[in-house]
Structure formats: C-alpha cells, structure tokens
C-alpha cells in the first residue's frame, strides 16, 4: 500500500544547475533530501500518473538504493509504466532514445555525470522531458518552485525489486519492466551509421583503444565496438561500472585520461581512440599522435556530413554554445547552412532539435550530439569519427589537419580555476561586468575589442529569453575570450576561461595551443584581475 511521509525537516528550495541537481553523497543522504525533489518532479509533471516514465543511472555509489526509492515513489505518485534498466544502469544518450522509443512523459537520470562519485564524491538527479532532452529552464524552474512547496511525500512501502533480472513485473499497481540498457541504443546506432565501412576498417587490421573510465559507457562500448564491429577483445578498457569510477574522474579529457593520451603516441600505437564520462554522454576522440578538441570534432563532422548516413542531404543546421569555438561557424557558412549559438548546457539545443532546424550540435566540454536522441551522445561520437575514419581512409591527424588547410585553425583552450569561494568567483564576473561599457575599440593587452557582452539568449522556437550566460569578449582579427562560472560544480565556485584563437595560416597552424593562444591568455588578465580577484596564479585544469 502506498503511504504518506510528513517530512519532519522539509529540505526544501533545491535549485538544478546547468544539468540537473547535483550535491555532494552526504547531502543526498540527509533524510527526505532526495525524496523532496522527486516529490517536486512529480508535482511540476501531473502527467506522469498514468503515464510512462524511463529511469536509470550511470551506476555511481548511492545508484541502486536511490533507484529502489524512486520506484516506491512513482508507484506511489500513480506512474503506470515504468522502464528501468538492469542493474539500474542507464547512459544518459540510451535514456533519452528509451523515452522517445516508448512515448514517456520523461525520464529521470541518476548521474553527476563527469564528476566523481564514491562516498566522498557527487550524485546527482536530472529530469528529461517527453521529447528525450533535459528540462528546459521553464520546467526546472517549475520543478525548483515546487521543492519550496513539498512538505509530504508518497512513497509505497512494497519490498525492493530484483533489478538484476531482466523481464516484467508488477509493483504495487505499477507495470515495471528491467530492460537490457544497450539493446535498444544499439539498434539506433546501426540505424545511423556506417557499420559496414567501419567493420571492414576494423577487419583490416586497424586497431582501437576506447577507455571507459570504470563508468556506464563500459557495457556500450563492448556491445558495439566489439561485439558488433569486430574489434579485438579488449579494445575497450575499464569497461566494468564501479561505484566510485576505482577512485577516478570519469571525465574524458587529456588532464584526466593523461595515459590514453600517452598510448596513443608514437608508432605501434592504436590507429584510433575514444574515452567517455561518468554518464557517456561526453567523448574524447584521439588519432595516433593526435589529440582532437570537440571544437573542431563538431566542425569537421558538419563539414564531412554527407558521409555519414544519418546526415547525409539533410543537414539544414547546427548549433555550438557560446564558448565553444567558432570553427563551425566557418564550415556553416560555406556549406549555406544556418549556425546557432545557444546557452551552455545541451537543454537549450532541445527546441531546435524539435523544430528540425539543426541535426548536428556540440559544445567545447567534450561533447557532440546529434537529432537521433535529446542530448550529446559519447558513444555516437566515438562511431561516427570512426565512421569518417573507415570512408575517408584518413587518419584523424589527416582529416583535421585537411581541415585547417581548408577552413583555417581555431586554437582553443579552456582554463578552470577550481575551489574558488563563491564571493571570490562573484567579484570576477562583477568586475568584467563594470568593465563592458566602453571596452569596444579599446585595446587589451594589444589586441583591439571589437565586441563586449554579456552573452543573453532569445530561443527563436519558443521566444524565451536567457541571461547572463557568459561574458563575451572578441578581438580584431578573430581571438576571443568568455568567461562563465560553472553549473555543475559541488564545490565552492568554478571559473572557466574560454581561449580561442583563429588563424588561416596553414605555416602557423602546427604551433602548440598555449603559445598560440599567448595574447589571448593576457588579454583574460588583464581584464577579470583573476590573480588579484582570486590569488590564483595558474589554473587548476588546463584543457
Ligand atoms: C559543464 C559543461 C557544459 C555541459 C555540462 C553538463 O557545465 O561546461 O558544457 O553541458 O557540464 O555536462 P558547467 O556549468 O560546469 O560549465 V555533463 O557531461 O555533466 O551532463
Ligand atoms: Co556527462
């Protein structure tokens, strides 16, 4: 029978940030903490009794017990359908393909994504809407307002259920069924993809190396990578979900996967890597010897689209958020193709998704996306470079160095200060705000300002307005910097600077990206005082 909790210390007024809630473990466990927001989902969506719901989680320390009470609840809240993968694992990507597979009225998604879990470490909770994508900002609001309104929860007190056995089952009036969580996704990747053209590279003896990050990505990768295309047994590493990801940060990056990196040097090594994050949503796409930024793997996937099934003679548009570099743009406009410039965070792709009006989106956090599902997709990723790969017959040193001969290099790099005090992080962005009046034309550290914002954004499908998203400086001759404080953080605040630098040169494009970006690094100085502002000298990850 279902029941009625009076939380006896309400914690309310939980506000989602850049993807969803997230909070260190021991916030999650105070009692009714977790409760109240999936009380508040089930407040700000009515339409979830009766309906379907997808849930699942990238398998990090608290997964399972928060997945049992989920179920209770929805149960509880009068959910008739409910799909939740086995073991409780679902990637971010093949959660949002099951709630458009299956029509639910949303999903939700247990996962701090790139951040590290374990007891020490984050969880998080993210809802997403029926069309697959994270809550846009009118929901999350709605769900934040209804988290400050919460003082009871419904929650059935049936016993857990066994979610290592896949097959259907009645729960306290609810129709639960535990599905394998990368059958269907792989259907979809088949679907999209040139599978053929990338089995017979493989077949002729060209190898992979695909890191997994001990996350959920794991069983993905073995499914398609080995499994289907052929790839050698053990092409994919630390493939076994763990509850703290052994100690790691499931964050695909060259900082945190420093050894694929390395393997990926020098002759003998894999013709072709890949490593994904907590929720494998996020991807890092490596070559022998060659190490690409999402920047230029969104630009050059957009210019090499008719090769890819799934884009092929439909690509009308793509969008990258604001501090992602502008490489793209350049492709667009010789393409003919409309180029947006959204928010960061992939929610704000979601209403031009719908609207058919991009099919290919990226931003510079490692991560890529495309229509077929509502949010950036690690694995997706990983398959179509492979699937440039197997029909260019390049490498991916060659197709992006053919790249930059053609539409010129936009270097590119993102700085994080970490651990900052929130006042500290706060003075930054004020003191780049007092500075933007009257900065246009003025010179910086040298180099001439030729535009000076505070990034806000008019989603042209629904007319919604977003601000505040980022502080945009750009320069004459096509350098720019952003800085933006970050969403997702669960300690103290987080400042990213967003370097780039674009030159058309091809004698210079072989420079390496820091000295490149040289003029650009002072000019950020210069302007936000970051080492009188925060005491910070150097930054703590350097991308
Ligand atoms: C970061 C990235 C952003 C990304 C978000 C969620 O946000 O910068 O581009 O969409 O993480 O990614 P922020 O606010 O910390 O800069 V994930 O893989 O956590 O779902
Ligand atoms: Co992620």
């Not at 105070?30 to 969506?45: C, D, K, S, Y």
């Not at 994270?134 to 049936?158: F, G, M, R, W």
């Not at 060659?290 to 969104?298: A, E, G, H, Q, R």
């Not at 409309?338 to 290919?360: H, M, S, V």
Request: proline share 5%; hydrophobic share 45%; aromatic share 8%.
């Amino acid at each position: 029978m279902p029941h009625t909790i009076h939380a006896t210390q309400p914690i309310q007024g939980q506000k989602p940030g850049t993807s969803g809630l997230r909070k260190k473990v021991a916030v999650f466990q105070q009692p009714h903490f977790l409760e109240n927001f999936v009380q508040a989902i089930f407040l700000a969506v009515p339409e979830l009794k009766g309906g379907t719901l997808i849930l699942g989680g990238d398998g990090r320390y608290l997964n399972e017990i928060a997945l049992q009470t989920i179920l209770k609840m929805a149960a509880a809240n009068g959910v008739a359908r409910l799909l939740v993968g086995q073991h409780g694992l679902l990637s971010t990507p093949a959660a949002s393909h099951l709630i458009r597979l299956h029509q639910a009225v949303g999903g939700i998604i247990l996962s701090a994504s790139h951040n590290p879990g374990g007891p020490q470490g984050d969880f998080g909770i993210k809802f997403n809407a029926g069309n697959g994508g994270p809550a846009p900002e009118k929901l999350t609001d709605a769900i934040y307002a209804a988290t400050l309104q919460v003082h009871e929860y419904h929650l059935s007190n049936a016993p857990d259920i066994d979610l290592a056995v896949v097959g259907e089952v009645e729960f306290a009036g609810m129709r639960v069924s535990v599905v394998d969580p990368v059958a269907d996704y792989a259907v979809l990747m088949q679907q999209l993809l040139d599978f053929d053209a990338i089995r017979a590279w493989i077949a002729a003896g060209h190898t992979l190396r695909l890191d997994a990050l001990h996350a959920v990505g794991g069983p993905y990768a073995i499914r398609l990578f080995e499994d289907m295309l052929g790839a050698p047994m053990n092409s994919v590493r630390n493939a076994a979900p763990q509850p703290d990801f052994a100690g790691g940060h499931p964050d695909p990056n060259p900082v945190y996967c420093a050894d694929l990196v390395d393997t990926m040097q020098g002759r003998g090594a894999p013709d072709f890597g890949a490593a994904f994050d907590g929720d494998a949503d996020r991807n890092m796409i490596l070559g022998r010897d060659f190490v690409l930024t999402p920047s230029d793997s969104l630009a050059v996937l957009a210019a090499n689209a008719a090769l890819i099934p799934q884009f092929k003679g439909r690509l009308t548009g793509v969008a990258r958020s604001m501090p992602t570099s502008r490489a793209v743009d350049s492709v667009a406009k010789a393409l003919g193709i409309d180029c947006y410039e959204t928010p960061t965070g992939w929610k704000f792709f979601g209403n031009l998704l719908d609207a058919g009006r991009i099919q290919l989106c990226g931003e510079e956090s490692y991560g890529t996306g495309a229509d077929h599902v509502r949010e950036k997709d690690g694995i997706w990723a990983a398959l179509a470079w492979l699937n440039l790969v197997a029909v260019r017959k390049q490498s991916v040193a060659q197709i992006v160095q053919a790249h930059w001969a053609q539409f010129g290099r936009h270097f590119y790099s993102r700085h994080d200060y970490e651990g900052l005090s929130v006042a500290a992080g706060d003075v930054v962005l004020a003191t780049l705000r007092s500075k933007l009046p009257g900065l246009v034309n003025t010179l910086v550290a040298g180099l001439c300002v030729t535009l000076a914002d505070d990034f806000a954004y008019t989603d042209s499908v629904d007319g919604s307005l977003s601000q505040q998203q980022g502080i945009r400086i750009e320069f004459a001759g096509g350098s720019r910097v952003v800085f933006r404080l970050s969403g997702t953080g669960t300690e103290g605040a987080t400042l990213r600077v967003y370097l780039e630098h674009y030159t058309a040169e091809v004698s210079e494009q072989a420079q390496e990206t820091q000295s490149a970006l040289k003029a650009v690094i002072a000019a950020a100085e210069e302007l936000a005082g970051i080492y009188a502002n925060t005491g910070r000298t150097v930054a703590d990850v350097v991308t």
